[in-house]
């Protein structure tokens, strides 16, 4: 039972626009979330956090937005570049508990 | 130039071997992970240790052992007993014990193959 589940495998964006990647979850506990940038071949590099006591954190041009009561988080990427094509894993965390990654969306930015 | 450093970066397995995958880290984190990733699948937890002589296992543990003699390396065995060993090994770290609301930060992996 995939308690962190990315239900998009695949996107596919031009560059210069909005890339939009989704994940949800069903444990109730989690309280803080990440996404992770992952190129083949390389260890996932950490890209932005958001905790459960916010809605919104921003970096650059990546905005992760939160909405608790549907167990919904985004990664918004504007404007898009065909550098961020990678693989993205979102995972979350509970007190506790070890970090949950959901299975990934390979984002295409195409030139 | 602190990191985690993964060798080899292929390793090729032959039935009913053993095999180890090494693991280190400059950066003086306490907790270490690794961590086995599938196609089409996220980054399933082996093994982690929060604090050197001491680890516990994860969600796929069976096949697998570690140690933690030192703090910096945390290396990987998988066993013979592990029948499906083919896939992407990645080790990470977190500052402190426990690790919450850290983040973890990765070594570059080891891709193991079975001949």
């Not at chain 1, 995939?2 to 596919?12: I, T």
């Not at chain 1, 989690?30 to 992770?36: A, N, P, R």
């Not at chain 2, 003699?69 to 014990?97: D, G």
Request: with cysteine.
């Amino acid at each position: 039972d995939q308690q962190v589940k990315q239900n998009s495998p695949s996107l596919s964006v031009q560059e210069g626009r909005i890339s939009i990647l989704n994940c949800d979850y069903t444990n109730s506990m989690f309280d803080y979330f990440l996404w992770y940038k992952k190129y083949p071949a390389e260890g996932p590099t950490f890209l932005i956090s958001i905790s459960s006591i916010k809605d919104k954190n921003e970096d650059g041009r990546f905005t992760v937005f939160l909405n608790k009561s549907a167990k919904h988080l985004s990664l918004h990427i504007v404007p898009s570049q065909p550098g961020d094509s990678a693989v993205y894993f979102c995972a979350a965390e509970s007190h506790g508990q070890n970090f949950v990654f959901g299975p990934g969306t390979r984002l295409s930015v195409l030139p | 130039d602190g990191g985690i450093t993964q060798s080899p970066k292929y390793l090729f397995r032959k039935e009913g071997q053993n095999v180890t995958l090494s693991c280190e880290q400059n950066l003086n984190h306490d907790a270490m992970y690794w961590y086995r990733q599938d196609p089409g699948q996220g980054l399933r937890l082996i093994y982690y240790s929060q604090i050197v002589n001491d680890f516990q296992k994860g969600d796929i543990a069976e096949g697998y052992s570690v140690s933690r003699e030192k703090k910096e390396s945390f290396p990987l065995t998988v066993t013979s007993a592990q029948k499906n060993p083919t896939a992407f090994y990645l080790c990470a770290s977190t500052p402190l014990a426990g690790g919450y609301q850290e983040t973890q930060y990765f070594g570059p992996g080891t891709r193991l193959l079975v001949l």
